[in-house]
């Protein structure tokens, strides 16, 4: 059965219904519905509808430019699932860094205290760590890295964020790069104190 064959079997409403909803239709298929709407006297319908369906495409156009030209204007930040997963792989001193880097970004002040958070609880952390010596409960450690992470972004965050804070995710590349080589750093000259 052709598309023509398909058309004449619908009713009028149904064909509208069909010219009304063209994203959802083939090329071809929509086409062929005009032809045979026009066959059926029903020009002004389909004239409205394509009317319609312009005002409608250039509402969208305009839409997507003015959300365009707000996302070009967002600043950029480490986003609240970033922050975390540098405090799981680097401690919650990383993961405070990159808050306090984002605060500076947004001109706001309490960056240091929450710097200041994150060398207290990592240095707790590396205490109850060095308590346990049950190397299956170390990855105990990494659960509290997380919660870090979270108390930085939830419990800092509410405080010291705009209430209407937009912005857009900063890449973190650049940031993992440093963090690796100073962890790794600190691991060789640790390494190189113990032999």
């Not at 004449?8 to 090329?27: F, G």
């Not at 006297?41 to 004239?47: A, H, V």
Request: with cysteine.
């Amino acid at each position: 059965m052709d598309y023509n064959e398909q058309i004449e079997l619908l009713s009028n409403e149904e064909l509208l219904n069909i010219i009304n909803s063209k994203d959802d239709y083939q090329k071809e298929f929509w086409d062929c519905a005009i032809l045979n709407a026009k066959k059926r006297g029903l020009g002004k319908e389909i004239t409205d509808i394509i009317a319609e369906l312009e005002n409608k495409k250039l509402e969208q156009e305009k839409e997507n430019k003015v959300k365009k030209v707000k996302e070009a204007n967002l600043i950029e930040l480490y986003s609240e699932r970033t922050i975390i997963v540098f405090s799981l792989l680097f401690s919650s001193i990383a993961g405070a860094i990159l808050f306090s880097n984002n605060l500076k970004r947004l001109k706001k002040e309490g960056g240091d205290n929450v710097i200041i958070f994150g060398i207290l609880y990592t240095i707790g952390i590396i205490i109850i760590g060095s308590l346990i010596h049950d190397t299956s409960l170390r990855a105990f450690s990494y659960l509290l890295n997380i919660l870090g992470g979270f108390i930085i972004t939830i419990h800092f965050g509410s405080k010291l964020y705009p209430e209407d804070l937009e912005y857009k995710n900063k890449k973190a590349w650049k940031a993992f790069i440093i963090a690796f080589l100073l962890v790794l750093g600190i691991g060789f000259i640790y390494a190189k104190t113990i032999t």
